[in-house]
Nanobody, 122 residues
């Protein structure tokens, strides 16, 4: 069982930045691909970004490409999401997830965090 705990969410102004972190409670963190997803009020959960166990095979949703960067530090069992040039439409609960492949498909992820709220004001 892998426990994932997100942090770093909060309130930001449009054009600002936040960095989310997701800490994993497993010694086999380096075996997992990691992804970030988000869910806005009244909307379905959607893919944001993912990367493979070694930091390669990075994928981004079109809506965040060029503004968000996913990265990981296997020595710290942590994955990050650097979010720049934030927009009000980025407001959502952000979730990290662990799975065998770097993919935008939620069904491929086996473990999920509880989420962290990001609110962007205009």
């Amino acid at each position: 069982q892998v426990q994932l705990v997100e942090s770093g969410g909060g309130l930001a102004q449009a054009g600002g930045s936040l960095r989310l972190s997701c800490a994993a409670s497993t010694r086999t963190f380096a075996n997992f691909a990691m992804g970030w997803f988000r869910q806005a009020p009244g909307k379905e959960r959607e893919f944001v970004a993912s990367l493979s166990w070694n930091g390669g095979n990075t994928y981004y949703a079109a809506s965040v490409k060029g503004r968000f960067t996913i990265s990981r530090d296997n020595a710290k069992n942590t994955v990050y999401l650097q979010m720049n040039d934030l927009k009000p439409e980025d407001t959502a609960v952000y979730y990290c997830a662990a799975g065998p492949f770097s993919t935008s498909s939620m069904r491929e992820y086996d473990f999920w965090g509880q989420g962290t709220q990001v609110t962007v004001s205009s």
